[in-house]
């Protein structure tokens, strides 16, 4: 397994953050949209190409997003209904997640094959460890870390306002 290290700038408005590789070396940068409706955030490689895309449902009684990789659609994550916690279901061709997405630490399968796992490092920037078993999916495996931790802070911001 290899790992990547998400080092993430809590206090930018954008969301813009590189990954690197257990070098330290630029491997992704992610950046969030400000004022773009549905709200989503992108993942490009070295070159700048956009890689991944996670974008939410704007009309849609529960919270849903979807993640597309290469343009192509390859999971949703759609928030249920759930008594006093937070409960999502990940949907995608073999895709599994396990654990305690909430404080994200958890594993996520393809066909029933480990393929990743996270571990969330908590300090003043949130900092995460992602191991990914198979460079192939490796992308797979960054996307739908970054969608679900994404999904979590929709939600924290969500339930903020509420209170307000």
Known sequence: MHRLYVQQKVLS?????????EAGNPVYEV????LRIPKQFTIRDRE?????RVWKQPIAWLARFHLEM???EVATIQQKLA????RYEVHGPGLSVEGNLWDMNFSITK???PVGRVDK???LR??????????????LVLALVLTIDHVKAAQQAAAASARS
Request: charge should be negative; aromatic fraction near 8%; avoid cysteine.
């Open 13 to 21: 408005l954008r969301g813009r953050f590189a990954v690197s590789d």
């Open 31 to 34: 950046e969030g949209s400000l």
């Open 48 to 52: 700048g190409r956009e890689r991944a």
């Open 70 to 72: 290469d343009g192509v």
């Open 83 to 86: 008594f006093l916690r937070h």
């Open 111 to 113: 066909d029933g094959v």
């Open 121 to 123: 490092k908590w300090s």
């Open 126 to 139: 949130d900092r995460y460890a992602i191991e990914v078993a198979d460079p192939r999916d490796e992308l």
